[in-house]
């Protein structure tokens, strides 16, 4: 029996404003073992790591070291108690040198200055030490993001940790990187070092953990070995469903082509080229699939569509008009709608009442002259709470202490309502619970059968599936597949549009 | 569903308690340095109410304060953070005092152009931060400060070489007589521009609780991402902000010049914006509460300048409890433990009840 080095009992905390991120959470971590924290974007992985490394007040709940009960009121505790972390977005000054940047903050003086030649010597010792090569001397900056990975790994052993926290180390990183980084890590195990392992990605899990810990919705729900799971029942417990999403969609025929994308472009401000002489058109009544891998062009495309966002040149035709030289204000009168990607960024004013989020988008059509018509305004927000189950206390507070899920559902209810007849569906399921993603997929087909015209684009290659009658892939800014038969379609031969290994001949494309 | 308001106790209560410190901390300075230190704190807190006189004072010097306090909400809940309502208030009293001497016109036209004239300018100057920023990216906040000194020193050079009384050196020559607002009670300065600032309280209620404008500016500085992705025109709401508030100040400058002045007496800048700051948020940012806390803060003021007149305390003792009202409302943490147990409390419950219904 291995021993336990890290115990967490019941651990909760509650944003300011009400916002419950973790809940009751229970787990404990093995000496020596690498362990993973798995979970959906917004399960709660973030918040809890921060509560162990001390940068969060924890609310409720005990955290043990070796048995003892540990309270740390900054990193500066949690350190000195052994712990590291290796944050996603790295935290290091990129005008100081590789050694620098680890003697940062504990540096050996030579009278007044930092001795920067012992630093060095010092780096290039513990680098060797550990197999985990850096230059020295180069600046942080001239570095590549691998190597950055390892300097932070480097700093956290620096400064004497024993257990390693890395927060989706391989996001970043390419697959010869993140290859590297793996055996790195499988070394430092050999070492005894404990690492906790935050990710998403399953196959990562699977290969490189020997635990792991599944999160969802601020709770967690397993503890299990990785050897005695396959990627799919840990993709099942992040979920809490199975994969696999059916739904009886009345076979239906599609009618005109009532929008038309022709020959768009974008650049974004780092000079990619993101959006690349794309073509294509939504039919009437139908639900249009978007797949591809983050990156390719299919934010920034239908951004453009909506209005958030201008195109370099190319068309958006919609009712004779061509909606990029339009406004947002000009594109919503004309009926079209966006649930956008990112709920709290663009979705909502999380400060505001839900009553406020919900009228945002139609204050013209909610007053009478120019002062709001209350009784209006009244009517309208009862009839979104109560038709798409929104669960709030009150109108009156504000939208941010609502559960991801159910402001999702009061965004989607205030886009769905807007009387629009082209809806924009930006990843509308995304760290939702499972009953809210259930809801609102409902809501996509009953949108469907009402006539109205979908564009949906989705990460999840399950939810496309479902939904979509038609899928097109993007891949570098351009369409690479277009899938008329969706229900034949299978998410590897999606993967294999997505990667770019696979591509429709142009006859095809045309038709998109 | 709950349809009642909930009342924001967590609000009252800090404001309160920021306000009972402030004073208390005032007790003890004035107990510290005064020789009859009773004395002195009896007329600091119930000095305005002793003569006629002193309580009129406060009413007086409470409408200024209303107006800077109304520009100052509207103009900076679009999350800009221009402080140009001074140039607003000052330029607009030199555009009616210029007005003042050197247009007769028969009685109330005299005043009412005088007045529309002074919002017209106050607003103009309004815009000009937001219209630097989008032209050239600089911070209004520093545009705005500048902006003020040229206003101050500009408008005071105005009426020196056109309006200068050359047997006073220093004001102006004496306005028309048509051009006064006209006391309400006699023996007091308290003028008629009492009904215009409770007319411009009631303006300010009906657009940011009730109107569209009032509503799409609330939302642009909650969200400016949101408020542009729900299809709300930012920049005429900004700008819309800004204008309203510059007129506002600028009506203010115009009626305080002719409400309480025969001529043109401002030889320094005059500046309410740091008050205007001060009442909005002792206002907890409502426009129907402003008053009342311009007229506390002007209650402060006139008991302070009570106590000194009869004693050894000064009355800059009020900016010190200024000072400490501002600190304690703007930090974050202050009995921030209140409303963090009241939340973790309720998102606890929340939690439990979304449970039984699973």
């Known amino acids: ?512 | 569903m709950n349809k009642k308001k909930r009342f924001d106790w967590y609000g009252v209560i800090r404001v309160t308690a920021s306000i009972l410190i402030s004073l208390v901390i005032a007790a003890i300075i004035i107990f510290a340095v005064a020789d009859d230190p009773a004395t002195a704190l009896h007329k600091f807190l119930l000095g305005p109410f002793s003569t006629k006189r002193n309580f009129f004072n406060v009413i007086e010097t409470m409408i200024p304060l209303v107006f800077c306090g109304l520009a100052i909400n509207v103009m900076h809940k679009s999350g800009l953070f221009s402080m140009v309502a001074d140039s607003s208030f000052y330029f607009a009293g030199v555009v009616a005092a210029s007005l003042a001497i050197a247009c007769p016109m028969p009685n109330i036209a005299h005043q009412l152009v005088i007045l529309a004239a002074a919002t017209a300018v106050g607003g103009v100057i309004g815009v000009i931060p937001v219209l630097i920023k989008k032209k050239t990216g600089a911070n209004e906040l520093v545009i705005s400060l500048m902006m003020n000194y040229i206003f101050f020193n500009f408008g005071y050079w105005l009426i020196r070489n056109c309006f200068l009384d050359a047997s006073n050196g220093s004001f102006s020559i004496n306005f028309a007589p048509t051009a006064s607002l006209g006391k309400l009670l006699k023996g007091t300065n308290t003028h008629f521009g009492l009904f215009i600032m409770a007319a411009a309280v009631i303006f300010m209620w009906i657009l940011m609780d009730k109107s569209k404008f009032g509503r799409a500016l609330q939302i642009t500085g909650a969200n400016e991402n949101f408020a542009r992705y729900a299809g709300i025109r930012i920049g005429g709401v900004v700008l819309g902000s800004q204008l309203i508030g510059g007129m506002l100040a600028g009506l203010g400058g115009g009626v305080e010049m002719i409400g309480m002045y025969k001529k043109f007496q401002w030889i320094t800048a005059q500046t309410y914006v740091w008050d205007g700051i001060l009442i909005n948020l002792l206002a907890g940012t409502k426009p129907l509460m402003i008053p009342v806390s311009a007229f506390f803060i002007s209650y402060i003021r006139i008991g302070a300048l009570v106590m000194s007149r009869g004693g050894d305390v000064d009355s800059e003792i009020v900016s010190i409890i200024q000072g400490i009202m501002i600190m304690l409302i703007a930090s974050e943490r202050f009995l921030y433990r209140l409303k963090k147990n009241k939340e973790e409390k309720e998102a606890l419950q929340n939690q439990a009840a979304e449970a039984v219904e699973a």
């Open chain 1, 1 to 512: 029996m291995a021993e336990e080095i890290l115990r967490v009992e019941d651990l909760t905390k509650i944003y300011p404003g009400g916002v419950l991120a973790n809940y009751n959470i229970n787990f404990s971590v093995n000496q020596g073992e690498i362990h993973a924290l798995v979970g959906e974007n917004g399960a709660g992985k973030s918040t809890l790591m921060k509560m162990l490394f001390g940068i969060e007040e924890i609310t409720s709940g005990k955290v043990f070291l070796h048995g003892k009960e540990v309270h740390f009121g900054s990193s500066k505790d949690a350190i000195a108690h052994g712990i590291g972390m290796v944050h996603q977005h790295m935290m290091l000054a990129p005008s100081l040198t590789v050694a620098e940047n680890l003697v940062l903050g504990i540096e050996k003086k030579k009278g007044l200055f930092l001795d920067k030649k012992k630093a060095i010597e010092e780096t290039e010792a513990i680098s060797k030490k550990y197999n985990l090569h850096v230059d020295a001397g180069k600046r942080v900056r001239d570095i590549s993001i691998g190597m950055k990975q390892k300097l932070e790994i480097l700093k956290t052993m620096y400064r004497g940790a024993r257990i390693i926290i890395l927060d989706e180390p391989t996001a970043v990183l390419a697959p010869q990187e993140t290859e590297e980084l793996f055996e790195q890590l499988l070394n430092l195990k050999k070492e005894g070092y404990t690492i906790l392992f935050i990710s998403h990605k399953l196959h990562e899990v699977k290969y490189l953990c020997d635990r792991l810990t599944v999160l969802k919705d601020g709770r967690s729900i397993q503890t299990c070995e990785v050897a005695d799971v396959t990627p799919e029942e840990i993709s099942r417990l992040m979920v809490g469903r199975d994969v696999k999403l059916e739904y009886d969609k009345a076979k239906k025929e599609f009618g005109e082509r009532i929008l038309r994308v022709e020959h768009l472009n974008y650049t974004d401000k780092f000079g990619s080229r993101k959006v690349n002489d794309l073509s294509f058109s939504l039919r009437e009544g139908e639900v249009l699939g978007i797949a591809g891998i983050e990156g390719n062009g299919q934010k920034e495309a239908v951004e453009i569509l909506t209005g958030n966002r201008k195109a370099e040149s190319g068309s958006v035709i919609y009712k004779g008009e061509n909606l990029c030289e339009k406004s947002i204000a000009e594109n919503r009168a004309s009926g079209i709608s966006h649930v956008p990607e990112d709920r709290h960024l663009d979705g909502s004013a999380p400060e505001m009442s839900v009553r406020d989020n919900l009228i945002a988008a139609s204050l013209g059509r909610l007053s009478k002259k120019a002062i709001l018509d209350t009784a209006a305004i009244e009517e309208y927000c009862a009839s979104c709470v109560r038709d798409f189950k929104v669960k709030t206390a009150s109108l009156d507070i504000s939208i941010k202490s609502l559960s991801g899920g159910n402001i999702q559902k009061a965004i989607v209810a205030r886009e769905f309502t807007a009387g629009a007849d082209v809806i924009v569906l930006n990843q509308p399921t995304r760290g939702v619970d499972v009953g809210a993603m259930e809801f609102i997929h409902k809501k996509i087909l009953e949108m469907r059968e009402e006539k109205k015209s979908l564009i949906l684009v989705s990460a999840d290659l399950a939810e496309l599936k479902a939904l979509s009658d038609r899928i097109i892939v993007f891949h570098q800014g351009r369409i690479a597949g277009v899938l008329s038969d969706v229900p034949i379609v299978t998410e590897e031969e999606l993967g294999l549009y997505m990667l770019g290994l696979k591509h429709d001949p142009e006859e095809i494309l045309k038709e998109a």
